[in-house]
């Protein structure tokens, strides 16, 4: 290894296959070659659109013309696709990895992975799945960029017998793009993402919903006196319908187990509401403040109000 | 009038009383300061801090020792307290309020003021309530700012039988401060920003609280993934706890209607999920979007994803 910046460092992978190029798969690939990750980054994408844009950006060094072209031969595959896709791109490209490959994701939700994916692969092949907590509500290649994983954490949740050599790879992997790799067992990822990140996105949809279908007050009313709070619920309510559909159906348990807490909650704010219960709300809407403080803390959050938006 | 900018124009009131000066009132303060909208401006605020603060910022002309005190005088008075706090500052101004003086407020629920302040004020005062749907998280004299107002909806309430003239003047105040004028009835107020505001802003709290209370995901784990969605909410859910126990109390009626809907609606989603309907999911979270657009076409909002959280 020759001295010096982080350029001259071997990457960490000689040959990288992106099965999917739109928001995380393009901005991986940007990173990746931003930050000199991989020597050779392929990527395959089923939305001819994106493949040629992802072509035309000069994100690719070879656009290959199925999943099965783009991982034979790779050292680390990487899907960035919605996880109802897995199983088939599992089936798909399992007879063409050759062995020492290493396959990944970057999927919302992880017990689905392995029941997917782990049964597939043929042996010799190692799954190192990961998670970066990191996005944003668009789509698409053009909306990716190399910063996007800077900073943010990225959870692996490699199975209990992974090898180690595997594991370090996808760690290092991630760390030469910024992130803050952890590990995590993924019964308790998908818990923990549930409640970050799956319920707050579904009750999002869930009262843009409400409010689209009242008669009591017109959607042009909805619209004009957004600024109220509805406004940044139909933000996260913007995010991609088929990746949200794939999270609620492969994190199920999970998902179910939180909006149940939730609507237990909501239950008895309704009821202190109904009986006018200051005291318990004034509690309620106080404690609230310290997890915000604590999240401003951590660096995960600014404390600009409302982000220059008032 | 002489003639030329606005700086020129007679002032829409000679004197303005503020009872209130923590963020709204502060930014009233300041934005009639910066627009002319008032030849003199008269302070007084029940925390000490507050007032003290206000008047070291040089926000106001005069500063009163009581509510009375203030009112007594004045073309004006905009109460920029609580709700909850009405009634009481109504009873004790009223003594004070010369014939011709117009009571006007800020709060964020309107059929509650006619019915807090509309009985006792005297003949020959006329009341005329507003709301200008703007705002942040934040709260007191320091976090106000002159231009809160600019671009901004304000709703007037006035009682059907309102004369004329006092709804000009409030009228004129809130477009010299930037903001445009609408007019509505109260009830119809309270249910749309049931729908847009007060709403969206319980079911922020009510999560947080949820993630608060879970014994399977740690506190530190909810901190350090936020960035997943969470985060959003817990901005949301820092807005001042009196306030909103005040919203709650007082706009009862049209918060649980709309928290009634909401919480049917959830349980469809939640009954979709555990029945693996995809096209159902699909299609929910596919028709949210339409409306995330037109509030960027409305100008409410803009397109830039997570505004530069991301
Ligand atoms: N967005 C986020 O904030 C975020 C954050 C963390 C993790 N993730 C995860 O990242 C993954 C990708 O999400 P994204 O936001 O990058 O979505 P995206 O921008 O829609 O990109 C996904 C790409 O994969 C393509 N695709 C779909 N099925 C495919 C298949 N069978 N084979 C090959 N390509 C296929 C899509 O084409 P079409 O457009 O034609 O479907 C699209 O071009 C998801 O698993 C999601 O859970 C997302
Ligand atoms: N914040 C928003 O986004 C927003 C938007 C639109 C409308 N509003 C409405 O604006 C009003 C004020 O909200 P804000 O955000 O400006 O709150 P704020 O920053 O907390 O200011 C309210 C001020 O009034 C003081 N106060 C409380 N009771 C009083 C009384 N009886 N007499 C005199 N002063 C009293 C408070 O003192 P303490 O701090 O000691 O309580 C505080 O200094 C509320 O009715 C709210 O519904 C708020």
């Known amino acids: 290894m020759s001295g010096g910046g982080t350029a001259a460092a071997a990457p960490a992978v000689r040959r990288l296959a992106l099965i999917g190029v739109g ?8 990173a990746a070659r931003a930050r000199g990750a991989a020597e050779v980054i392929a990527g395959y994408d089923a939305n001819p659109q994106h493949l040629a844009r992802a072509a035309e950006l000069g994100l ?31 089936a798909e490209i399992a007879p063409r990895l050759r062995p020492g490959t290493v396959v990944s994701d970057v999927g919302s939700s992880k017990a689905c992975v392995l029941r997917d994916l782990g049964a597939v692969l043929p ?47 996808v760690e290092r992997f991630w760390a030469l793009l910024g992130s803050t790799v952890e590990r995590m067992d ?22 843009v919903a409400t409010a689209d279908d009242l008669e009591s007050v017109t959607k042009s009313e909805v619209i004009k006196y957004s600024a109220g709070g509805f406004r940044d619920f139909t933000r996260i309510a913007a995010s991609d319908p ?11 348990e999970a998902v179910l187990e939180m909006l149940a807490r939730f609507t237990e ?39 600009a109000p409302d982000f220059g938006r008032r």
Do not use: K
């Open 123 to 169: 042996d010799g092949v190692a799954l190192v799945p990961a998670h970066p907590v990191a996005g944003t509500e668009q789509s698409g290649p053009d909306a990716g960029f190399a910063e996007l994983f800077v900073n943010r954490w990225c959870i692996l949740t490699p199975p209990e017998d992974a090898a180690p050599e595997p594991v370090a790879l």
């Open 265 to 303: 909650d909501l239950t008895a704010l309704q009821r202190a509401i109904r009986w006018g219960e200051g005291d318990r709300l004034l509690e309620l809407f106080t404690r609230t403040r310290a997890i915000r403080r604590q999240i401003i803390d951590a660096g995960q959050e600014t404390a």
């Open 186 to 207: 993924p019964q308790h990822h998908d818990l923990v993402l549930a409640i970050t990140s799956h319920v707050p996105h579904l009750i999002a949809y869930n009262i």
């Open 60 to 90: 690719l060094d070879e656009v290959a013309g199925s999943a099965a072209a783009v991982a034979e031969g790779a050292d680390l595959v990487i899907l960035c696709t919605p996880l109802g896709s897995y199983a088939a791109i599992g």
């Open 23 to 30: 928001l995380i798969g393009s901005s991986l690939a940007r």
């Open 242 to 252: 088929v990746m949200w559909r794939d999270v609620c159906l492969n994190n199920r």
